[in-house]
């Protein structure tokens, strides 16, 4: 089993940044995606970012341009720093990896808040 602790979340006002960061409970020999999801009250979870063991990144579009995904693979962490907040980026936010088509582990998620 693998748990993944999320930090980083909080309160902001419009415009300013926030990082979130994740990291694996244990050493894990080979995780081919890491990324990150996120939940606003009432809708479904959505893909903000993801980026693969080979340093593929993928953007959710009303993300494009204002966060940026990062990993180490040594440290087993992926980190997603968020510029020019909106409030429309209110949400709990998730921290996934994918190990194999059959194997994927979330994280229990941090609030981030975007004041107007």
């Known amino acids: 089993q693998v748990q993944l602790v999320e930090s980083g979340g909080g309160l902001v006002q419009a415009g300013g940044s926030l990082s979130l960061s994740c990291a694996a409970s244990r050493s894990i020999f080979s995780i081919n995606i890491m990324g990150w999801y996120r939940q606003a009250p009432g809708k479904q979870r959505e893909l903000v970012a993801t980026?693969?063991?080979?340093?593929?990144?993928n953007y959710a579009d009303s993300v494009k341009g204002r966060f940026t995904i990062s990993r180490d693979k040594a440290k087993n962490t992926v980190t997603l720093q968020m510029n020019s907040l909106k409030p429309e980026d209110t949400a709990v936010y998730f921290c996934k990896i994918v190990l194999s088509i059959s194997q994927d582990y979330w994280g229990q998620g941090t609030q981030v808040t975007v004041s107007s």
């Open positions: 980026i693969s063991s080979g340093g593929k990144i």
